[in-house]
């Protein structure tokens, strides 16, 4: 390659909380595992970086019953943050997971206080890049979501967990809140560094011929490409309403999608549901978001970050 | 475990809504019998891949026996020769042959199949075949279909349809006794899996399940796929889709 | 027919509001003109009612620019309420389509207190059957959803707007609002006789070639199947808080959808996206809805209606 | 108007990206040249039909000249001769024959086609044939496609291409004046229509547009295609898609 032809390679690094990711595209919790079952595709390096599944302070066994229900252009989970439990994570699957990505970043779940701030604490203090604070998560009973419904709830957890937080801290803000843009500011001015949207949207499915509804829980949280226009209006209000970065998804399923979410203010997307349709997917959504930025004669993605 | 595009060779209805596809296997990646793989027309909806058992593997071909249901599966149906589709795979864990015939000689192997549970067990006959005495038992609503498939590779076949119109009429349960067998491998709908767990625990016969759920990614990334077992909730894509009865609680 | 199999004909009527509808499916609003285009395809008096387009005092021409945008599994539009005004319909369309349906529902808007009252006198006067409330409007700049956002603002219209409706006041919720089931109850404590959701979800769409969005308006209101499970479960939120019968939609697009909304409490839908999508899909879904009742020996929908 | 399940007879590919489709016109309707169809294929995706002129009504067949753009269309030219879609129609305000030709004996016709504009000028021009004298000018960005179909019905081809491969290099707008003309008609992209309408102002001649819009519904009910006119917002899909070139308004 020549130097010019160098020169014109779109740069699609982006800064978030000091952290350079070599690309905007992060592997959404709850869709990659911890990473390693990427590798049988691609190496997660390619990656902007990837999210740990939800992690509880104890081991949690998740939901009985159906846990997946197909929509039109969705999906409905109930999975239930089944995951080992934070100390497992840091001593026997962060060693093997800690070289993949340059930005790790641990999901965090909840149910009380208590528990958000040992879990933050424990993991923070592991050698992860970043913590995603999940207080969005509508499928387990006590906690999760509870905390991203009202501003005053979000407020109080994020102002709890901020001095166990060895890390940067992004929390992850639920579509059902009551008033989004809100619970943004205030989660800002509680001391996150940033902050991810959408998690899933309460949902239900029904099965008439039972008379029942699909998942157990009764709700279930819905995700791909027919919230995204929805999770792009949002990611707008809340780029335009606060001063630190946005981490943007929802539906993403191509460079175009993602570059939307750029242009509608994100900094950084991620990517779950299309990841699990087609698990090559995120390198393919690196490399359109590279062809357009050549085609358009955009060499660096904050040219058209929140130009929307 | 890849994905890619892979072309249909042939594509056929074989009895009323069951279809068996065939697609070139163009990267002859190794595949176990009991594994499965994710398919996935062009088509946008619906979004999700299907899983299926192989059903043979042979001459650089892949093939899959599969009943339509709903949607995914009428998209495959309607495919058609040279048409392309993603399919994700090998995926699972398979049966274990070894595993299966242990240090006897000639073990005597009961293979008991629901309906489109005999999906995977072309691949698993031949496989076991010279290994072991393979027998089958095979239980339909109406007409029995992909018997003749496995006639090479099985010693002996026993029919059951609920209607009565072929075979002994009800379930497949009446056709066999786990006690003549050494091991009983079972794939079907969920009542018959835990029938005929609870025969081979009475009679004390290793008894082998190749279990479903439904699935999103299909790879062991997203939790979506458990059952509960006696080892906590397992995925049945990663940790199964076989997995021994003893294992698996049925009480859900 | 022999007495025995016409016994078992299943009983799709309804009772909204003192209104017997023949069957539980209405023409939303908007997606059904007045009424008029349907008889190219059949004739209305064959479903539950329809609703008109949107009215308001004052003509309106609508928005400029693009006004319709595919999704997936969705419909983003922007219409901006375009019609000709509370007293042209009352004189020249009213005698024109009176005769099509015994549930006439004349669907008003506004963009403030004194339009809303006038235009909703006026209407309710002439020969409607049912005046149903817009206060979820996303598309007009001022007014319309800004009543459906907070609590406080949706109960001041219904309040400000009830003594002048002279007939059953169906408010229609948005989806958008901060707290649904809230104001599903203090719209109900100001006196709807019921109530109808969801209206569209706001949403964006971008253009990323010339880095503009979609539409004028920059945002827009998402309806069709991909909003169905979210719709379905706010269906049920709200049908199990209030007092008053509901009316539920969102993506209904067969009669098994239909049937979902009323496990989940609804007493009659509404379908609009679907019958665009096909325009003689309606009388479809009210089959649908026999065959699966006869199917699994439902004789009234109130043997299944809020069973979820 | 009427929705149904049509039949395809055939749906074949005519130049780059250019397809005709014929379909069997089992119910018959009268239809007049201008007027159009909504085209769905049995796929769930995308949501909305497609509209498309009528580019020919023959013998009991419906024929629709197209360019695939995006998954709409792409889902029509994947269609093969026997399988259905479904098409809702005919729609619209078309051509007003008596209209256009008047009193006059034999008057003078141009039709000004821009790419894919020149869809509805067969039905058209087979409509106004020995009824005046019917001129074509079109333009393309490359190779041209369809004028041979319509040498029959007409008495004088113009061909404009962009990059000069064929006639004219140039805008269509170069190859015609509208003096010389009694009516012009025009369909294309909105650049060409309003260059056309600007010349036919200038030139005093009478001006027909077939304008585009997206749509929804196609029945006049949603308002989601309207434009701008003299007579406020008007529905391409109800009040149009012709429309007299003074009532439209471009600066939008
Ligand atoms: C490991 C594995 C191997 C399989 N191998 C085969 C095979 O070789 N041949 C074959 O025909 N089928 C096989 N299946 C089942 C097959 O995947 C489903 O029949 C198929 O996904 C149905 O998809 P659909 O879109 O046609 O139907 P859908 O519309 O998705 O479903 C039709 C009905 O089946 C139910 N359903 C859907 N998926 C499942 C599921 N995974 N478990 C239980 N109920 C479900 C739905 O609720 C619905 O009632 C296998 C499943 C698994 C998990
Ligand atoms: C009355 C009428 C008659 C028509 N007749 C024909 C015909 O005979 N032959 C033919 O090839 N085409 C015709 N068209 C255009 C045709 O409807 C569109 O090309 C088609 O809908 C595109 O669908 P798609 O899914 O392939 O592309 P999409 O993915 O929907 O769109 C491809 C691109 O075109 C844009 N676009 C889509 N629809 C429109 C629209 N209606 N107006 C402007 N931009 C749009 C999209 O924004 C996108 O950039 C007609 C349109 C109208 C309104
Ligand atoms: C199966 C599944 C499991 C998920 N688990 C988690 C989780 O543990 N923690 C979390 O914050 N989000 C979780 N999510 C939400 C996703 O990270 C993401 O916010 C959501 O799916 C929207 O993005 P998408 O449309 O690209 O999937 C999960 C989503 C799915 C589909
Ligand atoms: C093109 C269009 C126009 C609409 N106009 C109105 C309107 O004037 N008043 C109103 O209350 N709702 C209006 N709606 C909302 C619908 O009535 C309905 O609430 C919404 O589309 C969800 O239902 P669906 O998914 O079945 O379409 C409109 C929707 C569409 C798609
Ligand atoms: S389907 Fe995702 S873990 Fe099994
Ligand atoms: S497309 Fe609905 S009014 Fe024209």
């Keep these: 390659m020549t130097k010019e032809s160098l020169a014109q390679v779109p740069d699609l690094s982006v800064d978030l909380c000091k952290i350079t990711l070599k690309n905007p595209v992060i592997a959404a919790s709850g869709t990659c595992g911890f990473g390693l079952e990427l590798m049988h595709f691609y190496h997660p390096s390619v990656l902007g970086g990837f999210s740990t599944k939800g992690l509880t302070l104890y081991p949690r066994p998740g939901n009985h019953g159906i846990r997946l229900h197909e929509t039109r252009a969705g999906l409905m989970n109930s999975i239930g943050l089944q995951n080992p439990g934070t100390e497992v994570f840091v001593k026997e699957i962060l060693p093997k997971i800690r070289g993949l990505t340059n930005c790790l970043i641990a999901n965090v779940g909840g149910s009380d206080f208590d528990d958000y701030i040992e879990a933050v604490e424990m993991v923070s203090a592991a050698d992860v890049d970043m913590i995603e604070l999940n207080i969005s998560c509508p499928n387990v009973k006590c906690g999760g979501m509870a905390f991203g419904i009202r501003t005053q709830d979000a407020a109080a957890i994020v102002k709890a967990v901020r001095p166990a937080c060895k890390k940067p801290l992004m929390v992850k803000l639920s579509p059902n809140a009551h008033d989004l843009v809100e619970v943004a500011l205030a989660v800002q001015d509680e001391g996150a560094d940033c902050l991810s949207l959408v998690n899933t949207f309460s949902a239900l499915a029904i099965d008439v011929y039972t008379r029942k509804p699909v998942f157990n829980n009764v709700t279930a949280g819905l995700s791909g490409p027919a919230i995204k226009p929805i999770a792009l209006r949002m990611t707008r209000d809340v780029a335009k309403a606060v001063q630190i970065p946005v981490v943007g998804m929802g539906g993403i399923e191509t460079g175009i999608d993602a570059i939307e979410f750029i242009m509608a203010g994100a900094t950084a997307v991620q990517v779950g549901t299309a990841g699990m349709v087609q698990p090559d997917i995120l390198p393919k959504i690196i490399d359109e978001m590279a062809q357009f930025m050549a085609s358009q004669g955009i060499s660096n993605l904050k040219e058209i970050q929140g130009i929307i | ?252």
Tied chains: 1, 3.
């Design chain 2, 1 to 252: 475990m890849t994905t890619d595009l892979y072309t249909v060779i042939s594509n056929k209805q074989v009895a009323p809504s069951i279809f068996s596809m065939t697609v070139k296997d163009h990267l002859n990646l190794p595949v176990q019998p009991g594994q499965f793989h994710m398919l996935k027309t062009l088509a946008a909806e619906p979004l999700l891949p299907r899983p299926l058992s192989i059903n043979d593997v042979e001459n650089e071909t892949l093939t899959f026996l599969y009943e339509v249901k709903g949607d995914g599966t009428k998209n495959l149906a309607a495919l058609t020769t040279g048409q392309q589709l993603r399919i994700t795979g090998p995926l699972g864990q398979g049966f274990n042959i070894d595993g299966i015939v242990g240090n006897a000689r000639l073990p005597k192997v009961l293979l008991v199949a629901g309906g489109i549970g005999i999906a995977p067990f072309k691949y698993l006959a031949r496989s076991l075949a010279k290994k072991a005495t393979v027998s089958l038992a095979a239980g339909f609503r109406s007409n029995p279909y992909a018997i003749d498939d496995l006639k090479e590779f099985v010693d002996d076949i026993k029919i059951a349809t609920e209607d009565g119109s072929y075979g002994v009429e009800g379930r497949v349960t009446l056709v066999f006794n786990p006690v003549d067998f050494d091991v009983v491998i079972a794939c079907g709908p969920t009542p018959m899996m835990r029938a005929v767990k609870e025969m081979c625990k009475q009679a004390k016969v290793k008894c082998i399940l190749s279990m479903e759920a439904r699935m999103a990614c299909g790879i062991g990334a997203c939790l979506g796929c458990t059952i509960r077992t006696t080892k906590g909730m397992l995925r049945v894509c990663a940790d199964g889709p076989v997995f021994d009865a003893n294992e698996v609680i049925f009480n859900d």
